[in-house]
T-cell receptor, first 116, second 115 residues
Framework: GEDVEQSLFLSVREGDSSVINCTYT??????LYWYKQEPGAGLQLLTY?????DMKQDQRLTVLLNKKDKHLSLRIADTQTGDSAIYFC????????????????FGKGTKLSVKP | DGGITQSPKYLFRKEGQNVTLSCEQN?????MYWYRQDPGQGLRLIYY???????QKGDIAEGYSVSREKKESFPLTVTSAQKNPTAFYLC??????????????FGQGTRLTVV
């Protein structure tokens, strides 16, 4: 079936850049997403990218998409302690690998720890 | 303000009891979802519903049941058949499952503990 893979942990120092990586299965996915989850809370959409784009920038966030390698990354510039959270990569399922078209397929999440 | 609301935030269940988790949205979204989150496991899909009076099993539906009698509401019942129900449960809704962008809005979650 469709699968989204992420490393589970990332630790950076305050002020450094963070790069969270993700690989996905379905090369025909149209939309790819990054969600943020703070402790004890639900997920919030950070940003998304359409599959015909290579890069999207939104303030401190930069998303890079390599469709050939099915690789997505999220770069957070000038990382702050408030950025400490779990970050989920997700792809919009196409139904090509079973399951329902349109359902979001989530990775296991990368826990970002920011040290002062 | 539009949003998606889960209740209660914390729930305790005795062995052998059924419990129901509430999820309500006023976003006029067609599709609603229930996920279970365990440490290091990410989000696993329990059930989803794309339209009123219809729902489908997700990856881990055993021991759970749902209903979708109204567009706004998608309650999840954790039955006594679910052997390991202690987890964080998240409800989400989306505008639909067509070809356009599908932003998911999440509730704040319910933490269920078996005592």
């Amino acid at each position: 079936g469709e699968d989204v893979e992420q490393s589970l942990f990332l630790s950076v120092r305050e002020g450094d850049s963070s790069v969270i990586n993700c690989t996905y299965t379905d090369s025909s996915s149209t939309y790819l997403y990054w969600y943020k989850q703070e402790p004890g809370a639900g997920l919030q959409l950070l940003t998304y990218i359409f599959s015909n784009m290579d890069m999207k920038q939104d303030q401190r966030l930069t998303v890079l998409l390599n469709k050939k390698d099915k690789h997505l990354s999220l770069r957070i510039a000038d990382t702050q302690t408030g950025d400490s959270a779990i970050y989920f990569c997700a792809e919009k399922g196409t139904g090509n690998y079973g399951g329902s078209q349109g359902n979001l397929i989530f990775g296991k999440g990368t826990k970002l720890s920011v040290k002062p | 303000d539009g949003g998606i609301t889960q209740s209660p935030k914390y729930l305790f269940r005795k062995e052998g009891q059924n419990v129901t988790l509430s999820c309500e949205q006023n976003l006029n979204h067609d599709a609603m979802y229930w996920y279970r989150q365990d440490p290091g496991q990410g989000l696993r899909l329990i059930y989803y519903s794309q339209i009123v009076n219809d729902f489908q099993k997700g990856d881990i539906a055993e021991g759970y049941s749902v209903s979708r009698e109204k567009k706004e509401s998608f309650p999840l019942t954790v039955t006594s058949a679910q052997k390991n129900p202690t987890a964080f449960y998240l409800c989400a809704s989306t505008t639909g499952t067509g070809k356009s962008n599908t932003e998911a809005f999440f509730g704040q979650g319910t933490r269920l503990t078996v005592v």
